[in-house]
T-cell receptor, first 111, second 112 residues
Framework: DAKTTQPPSMDCAEGRAANLPCNHS???????VYWYRQIHSQGPQYIIH???NNETNEMASLIITEDRKSSTLILPHATLRDTAVYYC????????????FGPGTRLSVLP | ETGVTQSPTHLIKTRGQQVTLRCSSQ?????VSWYQQALGQGPQFIFQ???????GRGNFPPRFSGLQFPNYSSELNVNALELDDSALYLC???????????FGPGTRLTVL
């Protein structure tokens, strides 16, 4: 079973920031938080990951709370092409470890 | 695009038949993982291959089997197809020590 909890759906206005929450209250000290997204009928796309510190790349920012029990993925200026299902996953970086996907959050960016 | 390719794109089979799906990993990646994604659900891990050996398996029956070749490409074989095997099958490649897996576009299998 997935170790994360996400809202099933969210809406965001085009051009505004999309803030996608994720709860992972049972996360272990050596587990990373990953975010992937899946646009309709395509393979999942890696977005970002982090352990303790906040992270930023060209796609998004990841904010992890100090107790690491929750995190937020931020898309700073959402576009229509960001409409997708977003998956938050916790994972140990180790041989044979794979991603346990939950149902994710369906983000709809509205014009 | 990730550089991971899968074939075929779509496939229709009947119950009881066998199917082989193929995956070419991203250049330099020595690990391939396979996932099954039923409609409306997140991907579910089937198994992973590293250097031509199975390196982890999810909760799937033995009729799901795989191979990895010296060039790190991979096959997923499913015997005795059932209606519930209808799904999108995803292949992902990675370096074992790397952080992220790169997914292909998937093969849509329909079992009638």
């Amino acid at each position: 079973d997935a170790k994360t909890t996400q809202p099933p759906s969210m809406d965001c206005a085009e051009g505004r920031a999309a803030n996608l929450p994720c709860n992972h209250s049972t996360i272990s000290g050596n587990e990373y938080v990953y975010w992937y997204r899946q646009i309709h009928s395509q393979g999942p796309q890696y977005i970002i990951h982090g352990l303790k510190n906040n992270e930023t790349n060209e796609m998004a920012s990841l904010i992890i709370t100090e107790d690491r029990k929750s995190s937020t993925l931020i898309l700073p200026h959402a576009t229509l092409r960001d409409t997708a299902v977003y998956y938050c996953i916790v994972r140990v970086l180790n041989y044979g470890q794979n991603f346990v996907f939950g149902p994710g959050t369906r983000l709809s960016v509205l014009p | 695009e990730t550089g991971v390719t899968q074939s075929p794109t779509h496939l229709i089979k009947t119950r009881g038949q066998q199917v082989t799906l193929r995956c070419s990993s991203q250049s330099g990646h020595n690990t391939v993982s396979w996932y099954q994604q039923a409609l409306g659900q997140g991907p579910q891990f089937i198994f992973q291959y590293y250097r031509e050996e199975e390196n982890g398996r999810g909760n799937f029956p033995p009729r799901f089997s795989g191979l990895q070749f010296p060039n790190y490409s991979s096959e997923l074989n499913v015997n005795a197809l059932e209606l519930d095997d209808s799904a999108l099958y995803l292949c992902a490649s990675s370096l074992v020590r790397d952080n992220e897996q790169f997914f292909g576009p998937g093969t849509r299998l329909t079992v009638l």
